[in-house]
Structures are given as structure tokens and as C-alpha cells.
DNA sequence: CATATACTTCGATGGTCATCGAAGTAAAGG
DNA sequence: CCTTTACTTCGATGACCATCGAAGTATATG
């Protein structure tokens, strides 16, 4: 395994407090399941777009926008805007560097 | 790699709550360390008395007490008690489970 | 320019969480 | 038995969080 990213503690916090919610996790799951596949309407492989996640979480458009900038400031998603529609990946390199800090507590955790 | 047993979202859910707490992460973090060598003054090797965390963090054992019930709802930590005192072990096994959760969003997450 | 669309920011509200001290339990020892 | 020690449970308090709708921004388009 190449050596990985050493996360600081205030990374690594805002990390799993973002991954700490059902409704961020379902956000990442989607993006990671588009990761595979372009959406047939709208995207680009690995992109969705934020009125489909409002569409399916069944949560108003701020409430999502306000997920979305938690899961940006901790670094496990990355927004791409272009015209009026943004565009979110998700950064897999991040997620790995929690999950190492998680199972290396000593290391990091 | 083994083939590890697979978390329910809701133990998932409680892992990450657990560990989205900067307090728990150092309770793991003394747990881990502790792993490794036995306490001096009274511990057995892993193991970890509620009253040195109490001094360590500097929060009241009533803080402790909840800090530790958090862990153990989570299955992250076990509590051995004896006597009067209660000693504390970390689930490296569950601690591994969760970092494979959050490294393969599709599978769990 | 006027309007529509996609998103963000703001303010309010209700819910969950961390922390404490006080009171409770339980085990060990005089 | 009474006391001490280690821990847990309870109730209160203040802090933070999720959610919404309304208002704001920005971009595309008639």
C-alpha cells in the first residue's frame, strides 16, 4: 500500500462528523454508485448534480445545500459548477484516509 | 484479506456517532495505546480503568460513564468489571469493520 | 430587460448532545 | 453495620445541529 496521507485531527474530525449522519452517508453512497455509471439524464460518470440528491433524499434544496458544504469542508466532496448546475464527485482518496486513521488509532485517531 | 463481517446501518450509524467526538476519539486513542503495554499502577495489558480516563481527559466520571456508554452501544469498546473498578478493552475487530464501511461507500456505507 | 432555473444564505424552530453536580448502587474493608 | 471507593443514573443547562421557507445571487434565455 503507498503511504497514505496523514490527516490532521481537525480534518479527520470534520470527517467523521460529516459521515456522522444518515443522510450524508446516503449522499456519498449515491455518489460513490454514480461513480460507475453517467447519469442518463444530466451527468457526467461519478457527477451528480444537486437537485437530484434533493430529489432523492425528499429534502428541501437548502437543506441539501447545507449538507453538501459539510461534506465540502471536510474534504470528501468536491463541486464542479457549470452554468447554473453544480456538480459533485466524490474524493475517494479522502474517504480511504479516514478509514486508515479509523483502523490505525494509534497512528492517528 | 479475510472476508469481515458486515455492519448494519445501524451500528454503523452508532460507530460513527461514537467517534465523530473528538473526547471518544482520545478515549480510543488511550485504549489503543494501552494495547500495547500494561498500565503500571493497576491495568492489565488492553485494559484501561474509568477512573484514569476521568484524570486523563479531566472531565467528571459522570462524563466518563456516558462517554463509555456511547463506545459500548457501539460495540467499539468492552467493559470488564471487577470489583469496584471497570475495565476497559478496545474492539479492534469492530474498529476495522467501520474503516471498511467508510473505504467501500457502495458495499456499506 | 424580464423571467426562469439552480443554487446559497438567512433566520427561526425543534431536536439532540456534552457536561456538570447530586443522588443512587454496589463492592470491599474496617 | 458504617464508610470509602468506583461507578452509574438523573435532571438541568447551554451548545450545537437538521430542517424548513423566504429572500438573495447568479446564469441562461426569450
Known sequence: MAVAE???DAELDAALKALA???RREIVRLLASADAEAD???????????CRLSERL???????????????DAGLVHA??????VYYTLDRRRLREVADA????CGQL
Chains 1, 2 share one sequence.
Open 6 to 8: 496523514r490527516l490532521t
Open 21 to 23: 449522519s444518515a443522510q
Open 40 to 50: 442518463e439524464t444530466c451527468c457526467a460518470a461519478g457527477e451528480v448534480c444537486a
Open 58 to 72: 425528499g429534502l428541501a434544496a437548502s437543506t441539501i445545500s447545507h449538507h453538501m458544504a459539510v461534506l465540502r
Open 80 to 85: 464542479r459548477k457549470d452554468g447554473t448546475w
Open 102 to 105: 479509523i483502523a490505525d488509532p
